[in-house]
């Protein structure tokens, strides 16, 4: 059994190298960093391509286990299943608290679902066009090129982004299902999480770097922050 008292958790990350796009690794490792400490790190592919390139002139850089896995038949290649099976191991081995998922490829969502399964959290890291599947089995899904642009704007003002309808809905609805007080305050934490909990919701995807600055952007809510620094949002309309 997977030991969640674990002060610092190991983290595994596994990264689909056909699908994946060397250039978002450093936010991708950031992002990990909220889970623990990324201590497995594997990439998969047929290194022989010289599509992968890119991942392979960085594996020793990022200490990343090269995986290699021929094309068995034109067009298929064998890194899902192991990807897969390697997964498995590790949580049966009881040795990971966490996962993270490089890849764009909707024959990842068993796997995602799977792992949650076992009470761990999955972070999923593709691109705009990976399937609604994946992204919703996931505990977070991540579009690493929002969080390539995310990472370049930190520390900036969040006026002028935008909060689209979509989204809006998203946070009205984790709001009013969030305890309020008597001036119709919700926690900036329980939103969070109760939106979260409804989806693969990460602030990341709308070019916001905290969800803080989510809620300043959006001119239905007001934030204040209370004595205690704990942040508190109200919904204006």
């Known amino acids: 059994m997977t030991d969640h008292s674990r002060k610092n958790p190991n983290i595994a990350l596994l990264i689909d190298a056909d699908n994946a796009s060397p250039a978002g690794l450093d936010p991708v490792l950031t992002v990990l960093a909220e889970l623990g400490t990324v201590n497995i790190r594997r990439a998969y592919g047929n290194w022989r391509k010289a599509s992968l390139k890119g991942w392979a002139d960085i594996v020793h850089k990022y200490g990343i286990e090269p995986q290699q896995k021929f094309d068995i038949t034109r067009g298929k290649n064998a890194t899902d299943m192991k990807m897969t099976i390697d997964a498995m191991d590790l949580i ?39 399937p609604d599947g994946f992204r919703q ?101």
């Open 92 to 130: 049966f081995g009881g040795c990971v608290d966490g996962f993270g998922i490089m890849s764009s490829d909707s024959d990842f969502m068993p796997l995602a679902m799977r792992i949650r399964q076992d009470g761990l959290p999955v972070y999923g890291f593709g691109d705009a066009k990976t």
């Open 137 to 237: 089995a996931c505990s977070r899904f991540i579009d690493v090129h929002a969080l390539i642009k995310s990472e370049i704007a930190n520390g900036s003002s969040p006026e002028g982004q935008n909060v689209d309808e979509e989204l809006l809905k998203l946070l009205i609805d984790a709001y009013q299902a969030s305890k309020r007080d008597d001036k119709g305050f919700a926690s900036l934490s329980e939103v969070g999480k109760i939106a979260g909990n409804r989806s693969s919701f990460d602030v990341r995807n709308y070019g916001f770097a905290r969800l803080s600055d989510m809620f300043e952007a959006a001119a239905e809510f007001k934030t204040e922050r209370r004595e205690n620094g704990t942040l508190y949002v109200k919904r204006l309309r």
